[in-house]
């Protein structure tokens, strides 16, 4: 079974329509099988639902609905942010603080794969982004890997 963590840059993008990444971020998540279980940390599925507050209620518990319904929702292990949090809040990678806390969540549960637009995870070895389609073959996704 596959792992991938959904960012906030994609969702966003996939909730926009005049988003210009908006037709790749549809074409991207549609790749998606039963054999990959995606996961939301708490802090993006927050961010995704505020993002929503200019759609009428209906719209919303569609995408409310859809998110729990087809992401594993986590939080982050209270010990452990407790235990990071110096180490968040003083990132020197500028990354902002979801962001951060994004990366906490991968580590805490393990997980090594991103789907996201967001081009400064690639400065995290452990962490495979997944962010287009390979220019050769158009129906397998692109990994940035980090390479030292």
Known sequence: ????????TILKSLLIPDDPKHELAESMILTLDDRTTCY??????????QLCNNYNDEIIEEIFYTLTNTCRIQNLNFKELQNNYSTILHSTDNMDFNDCLTIEYMKEKNMKVIMSFNEKFDKFKFINRVYD??????NRLNFFKYVE
């Open 1 to 8: 079974m596959n792992k991938i963590v959904l960012d906030y």
């Open 133 to 138: 389609f390979d220019e050769h073959n158009k």
């Open 40 to 49: 939301m940390p708490y802090h993006i599925f927050i961010q995704v639902m």
